[in-house]
Every structure is written in C-alpha cells, then in structure tokens.
C-alpha cells in the first residue's frame, strides 16, 4: 500500500491512502462536531408517531441552516439527507412517511459536507420502551465501536480494528455485518481504505498519523447475512433479527486517535437526556 499528502492528491480515488495534514484535522474536525449537533438535536425529535421522512427534513433542514450540503443528497440516485434504518434494517434504510413506533429502534446516519469537508456519523435511538434484546444490541454494538476505535494508533493494523470488534461482538452472542465496511473519508465521501469489522491482529495495511476514516460496525441479533430491497437501497437481515449500528469519523493522530464525531451535549447511547 502506498500513501500520498492528501493536499497534493487528485480528488477522486487513487488507490493511494490519503495522508492529512494540521489544515485538514482543522476542517473534518468542524464538519464532524457539525454532524454530531445533528443528531444531537435529533434526539428530542425522535419519538412515537414521528416518520422518518420528519426526522430527515429536520436533518436537511439542519444542514441547509449552518451551510452544510448532506452528502447522500443525490449520491449514487439516493434522494435523502440521511438514512434511517428501522429495527431488522441493517444500513440504507430509506426516509418513508410511516410513522415509528413505541418499542422500535433506528440508526440515523447523518453525513454533512462543511467546507468541503465530510462528517460522517450515526447513532441508535429508541423509541420509547424497548424490549431488553434490543437495549443489548444497542449497548453492545456502541461499545464494540468504541473497542474498534480504541484500537487505532499509529503502527496498529485495520485488521487490530475489525478483531477488536468482532472478538467482542461475537462473545456477547452477536455478529458482525461483513458486506459493508467504513471507509476513508475528508474532501470525498468514501474513500480507501476499507475499514472491515471483523478480522485478525496483524493484518490489514498499518495506520498512519493522517488517516481519516470511519468506525461504523452493524451488528445483529441473529445471523450476519444481509439482502438488499427491490428498492436498490435498503439493506435487511435475511432472518429478520434485529440489527444496529454506530459510526464515528475519526483520525489517526502521533499519538493515538481523533474523534471528530464526538456529541457536543455528550451523547453517546440512547437513553438520550433530552
Ligand atoms: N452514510 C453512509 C455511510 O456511513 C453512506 C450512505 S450512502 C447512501 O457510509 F447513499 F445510502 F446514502
Ligand atoms: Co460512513
Ligand atoms: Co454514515
């Protein structure tokens, strides 16, 4: 694998990983915090009744009010702000005018674009009382995130990532989604390398200070397999067991790692204090 300043880098893929410097920490920092505000404010919204088309106009609403574009705008064919992926929904979920329901979760995935700068992030909400199964899943997949993401440093492997992840997961009973990965991210939306949650110590390519990508394990309930709707978009559990998610973007720093996705209200995982 070789690596490339990112301020000299075309902005497309290049099969290179894209090596940040102190101007770029400066800019995904701030379209990150803007991210995380999002859904942040989206928690005292999301309760019994509300649709998840009413979440998403808040959410591009948010964007629009602090000059921010929503990267999935557009992207691909997609025509939301944000994905929001219901109960056996593993990712993709479209937005939709049917109404959530007490006992249901949904992860909302928020991506802005601020200066050109991309944040990336997702949370699990709860609409009012949830089964125990699902407080579980929940808990488990937000800490088996942040184990992914205790693991990055410089001279560590995605490979450290992925074994941190699954390793916990799979004690608990649980599995890891492996048709989708994070990814690198900053000036593009999805970029190399892959970050794969699931894998071995040692292997994978070496993080270095610069690195920007996201942590964004889906964990399920039941087995890991996944289909994808007629609708091109919405990914499910083939066995319909319940699935999570969480997703942080962060950077690889000299010492350790940066969190550019952190909750300015310190949120972390639902119950929210709202
Ligand atoms: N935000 C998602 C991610 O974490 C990507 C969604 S792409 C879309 O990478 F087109 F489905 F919105
Ligand atoms: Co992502
Ligand atoms: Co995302």
Redesign the pocket.
């Known amino acids: 694998m070789t690596y490339v300043d990112a301020t000299f880098a075309p902005l497309r893929k290049t099969g290179q990983i894209k090596i940040h410097g102190a101007a770029a920490f400066d800019g995904i920092r701030k379209a990150g915090a803007l991210a995380a505000e999002c859904l942040d404010m989206l928690a005292a919204e999301i309760r019994p009744g509300v649709s998840t088309d009413r979440i998403d106009r808040l959410a591009y609403g948010f964007g629009m009010d602090h000059k921010a574009l929503p ?2 705008l557009m ?4 025509r ?1 702000a ?2 929001t992926s219901v109960n056996h929904v593993v ?2 979920g479209i937005p939709s005018e049917k109404p959530l329901r007490e006992g249901d979760i949904v992860n909302v ?3 802005l674009i601020l200066d050109g700068w991309h944040g ?3 949370r699990m909400y709860a609409i009012g009382e949830i089964p125990r199964r699902a407080e579980r899943l929940i808990e488990v997949t937000y800490e088996a995130m942040m184990r992914g993401i205790a693991a990055i440093r410089p001279g560590a492997t995605t490979g450290d990532i992925g074994h941190a992840i699954q390793s916990f997961v799979e004690a608990q009973h649980m599995t890891v989604v492996r048709d ?1 990965c ?2 690198g ?1 900053g000036r593009l ?2 970029d190399e390398p892959n970050i794969v949650h699931a894998g071995r110590p040692g292997e994978g390519i070496v993080l270095k200070p610069g690195m920007f990508f ?1 942590v ?1 394990p889906m964990i399920n309930l039941g087995r890991p397999h996944v289909k994808v709707l007629s609708d091109g ?1 919405t990914a499910v559990t083939r066995d319909r067991s319940l699935s999570a998610q969480f ?1 942080h973007s962060v950077g690889v720093t000299e010492s350790g790692v940066e969190i550019f996705t952190l909750s300015p209200r310190g949120f972390t995982r639902p119950p929210y204090p709202v």
């Open positions: 990267a999935t992207y691909r064919g997609y939301k944000t994905c990712c993709h995935d928020v991506t990336d992030s997702s989708f994070g990814h991210v939306f999805h996201t964004e978009w997703e």
